[in-house]
Every structure is written in structure tokens, then in C-alpha cells.
């Protein structure tokens, strides 16, 4: 099949994956898109402000 080494040279995160890291931290964050955005208001402004 394929070697390790050819997979891991094209392999999501070995370009410019800009827009996967922001799909990713939504993925943890259960996709909350505007839904609620009272609680621990400062913790999240910092962390999820594009």
C-alpha cells in the first residue's frame, strides 16, 4: 500500500491548514456557533476571537 513516509508528507496539517484549525476548534466546542455566548464571557473573547 502506501509507505508511512509518503502519507505523512500530504497529510492534513502539512500546508497551510488555516482554515482546518479553526473547523477543528469548533469540533471541540460541540460547532456552539452564536448560541449562547453569555457564560465565562473573557475566557472565551480571548480564546475564539478570529
Do not use: D, I
Amino acid at each position: 500500500n502506501w509507505s508511512a513516509k509518503a502519507k505523512r508528507r500530504n497529510t492534513t496539517g502539512t500546508g497551510r491548514m488555516r482554515h482546518l484549525k479553526k473547523v477543528y476548534r469548533r469540533f471541540r466546542n460541540g460547532f456552539r456557533e452564536g448560541t449562547m455566548p453569555k457564560p465565562k464571557r473573557a475566557a472565551v473573547a480571548a480564546s475564539s476571537s478570529s
